[in-house]
């Protein structure tokens, strides 16, 4: 089709293509690398990490347009994940009520860990899923019968009723909790 049109615009048909097809040789070489080392190098380099990642720390802090690029685009990924995520939902109500409720953390009956705030971030391994946070975290599940400790995302992982405290366990906002209590004379 192309080539009707193009006759039929007055050009010559022998500018198009060659009648005869190219014969195309192979550009790889045989020392050259599988792409999916050549894709995972960058990526296993720690000198080149820790390039990259001072690179982007730096422009953070000196491009303000870059910064608040970074920043709306944070913002708008957590606030579709807390509409639509019913577990991302629950991690960020648990960690508000941990932060701003000292009585939370403390009074409530924990049914196997208590919540432990911390002032400043953590790193421990968790021992339910082996990872040890990279930058920590502050907020740590201890369990009440032995040291052993639960990352915030693995605790809160569980659903709402296993993971509030023992009587708590359909209360969902602070009004329900504080109304509890008082039921229960704690």
Request: net charge positive; charged share 30%.
């Amino acid at each position: 089709m192309f080539l009707t049109i193009w006759k039929l615009v007055g050009r010559p048909a022998c500018l198009v293509q060659p009648k005869e097809s190219l014969r195309l040789i192979s550009s790889s070489c045989v020392n050259q690398i599988s792409s999916k080392e050549a894709y995972l190098k960058p990526k296993t380099d720690p000198e080149k990490l820790l390039r990259n990642s001072l690179y982007k720390r730096r422009r953070y802090m000196e491009d303000s347009e870059y910064r608040n690029r970074i920043l709306s685009t944070s913002r708008a990924r957590s606030r579709a994940s807390y509409e639509t995520d019913g577990r991302y939902r629950n991690m960020r109500i648990m960690a508000r009520w941990i932060y701003r409720y000292t009585w939370f953390r403390e009074q409530l009956p924990w049914k196997s860990h208590r919540p432990v705030l911390y002032s400043e971030k953590l790193v421990r391994l968790c021992t339910k899923c082996g990872v040890k946070r990279r930058d920590g975290l502050k907020i740590w599940w201890e369990s009440v019968e032995s040291e052993n400790h639960i990352c915030h995302y693995c605790y809160t992982k569980a659903d709402w009723s296993e993971m509030m405290p023992e009587g708590y366990q359909d209360c969902r906002s602070k009004k329900d909790l504080l109304a509890r209590m008082q039921q229960l004379g704690a």
